[in-house]
């Protein structure tokens, strides 16, 4: 199967709790197990540590194997799935798979309720902040041949 990206960026910064959060919206197809982890886990480990950006995509996309961080899970969820190519192929037979007339709705409810479960749980268990000081120890391990 052949995997695409094709963005990655920002969405928008919140801070709850006193915590400041990203929210990332990655579009493509057929992701791998843990691909998006090892995205946003990369992207942590070279803004952290002040790794050169390129050098660590040339590793990461090299045929050598690497390790690279993998994210905790915390947080991350579908928030949409897009049916391009299923409303391409099925236009004649039918109705385009749309929800535009949810989407307020659907951003709020991920505001007021998934948003504030994920700070409420980083508060109480420290999955994150606790990652992020293992990966200081282990800095070493990642992203060499």
Known sequence: AKRYIWSFKIDQLVMLRGLEYASLIVEGQSFMLHQIRKMVGTAMFVRRFGVDAKD????????????????????????????????????KSHDKLDFAAEQEAMKQFKQDRIFEEIAITEEQQGEVANWLDALTRQRHLYLIP
């Open 56 to 91: 660590a995509l040339e590793k990461a996309f090299s045929r050598e194997k690497i390790a690279l961080p993998i994210a905790p899970s915390l947080g991350l969820m579908l928030n949409q799935i897009l049916y391009t190519v299923y409303d391409q192929q099925h236009s």
